[in-house]
């Protein structure tokens, strides 16, 4: 089945405590993206990557690190999250270019306390 | 820059109703895609439509429509006969196709439709 998983879906923290959201498609598609959701705010793109080893900055990417080293996986990390890091956040992923159909995870819901 | 203005935060609407959410964008580049996308309350996130900037046809499939204008740079979505199950988060979207790949939401309608 094609699909984008991400682990955890639900995470509760600290402020301080690095943590990685992983996120992994099985479809081999090249662009892969985070965002994170709040409301009101709608989705905001935190960075992108065209293909392995290429990425770039979205709209919020302060506070936030991505790597990608495998075609197939774009993981999220909080080297020292706080508190306004507490979102819904999204991956997603489509095929060639960031203006295809996204293909989105289930999401995961972090709180940072 | 980029920007996309749905100025509908709530909507309520009997069941059977027709309903159009609105959505504004505004963009530096000559070519970019509009994007609708649902939120059903389970929360994952659903393609509904992707339109390129010089396709303006008015495209229909099933009980939905979207109406695009260049000339009001407006992208609006009709549900006719609207079900509880349409009751959803809907996001409209843009892309640039010349200025880097990023992606920028609208934040979203809200739709309840009551039975």
């Known amino acids: 089945e094609a699909q ?14 690095k943590l990685t959201v992983t996120c992994s498609q099985n479809m081999n598609h090249e662009y892969m993206s985070w965002y994170r959701q709040d409301p009101g705010l709608g989705l905001r793109q935190i960075y ?25 996986n774009f993981p999220l990390i909080l080297e020292s999250p706080s508190p306004n890091q507490t979102s819904l956040y999204f991956c997603a992923s489509s095929t060639w270019t960031g203006y295809n159909e996204q293909f989105f995870g289930p999401g995961t819901r972090l709180t940072v306390l | 820059a980029q920007k996309v203005t749905q100025a509908q935060t709530e909507i309520s609407v009997v069941e059977k109703e027709d309903v159009t959410l609105d959505c504004v964008y505004e963009t530096r580049d000559t070519t ?45 979505f009709t549900i006719t006969a609207s079900q509880v199950v349409d009751s959803a988060v809907y996001f409209c979207a843009l892309s640039e196709a010349n200025y880097g790949q990023n992606f920028v939401f609208g934040p979203g ?3 309840s439709v009551l039975p």
């Open chain 1, 48 to 72: 992108y990557s065209m293909n392995v080893e290429v990425t770039d900055k979205g709209d919020v990417p302060e506070g936030y690190k991505v790597s990608r080293k495998e075609k197939r």
């Open chain 2, 32 to 76: 970019y895609y509009l994007f609708w996308y649902k939120q059903p309350p389970s929360g994952e996130l659903v393609f509904l439509i992707r339109r390129n900037s010089f396709d303006e046809q008015n495209e229909i499939s099933g009980r939905y429509s979207w109406n695009f204008q260049k000339s009001t740079s407006s992208f609006n």
């Open chain 1, 4 to 17: 984008v998983t991400q682990n955890p879906r639900y995470l509760i923290t600290v402020t301080g405590k």
């Open chain 2, 109 to 111: 309608t809200r739709l």
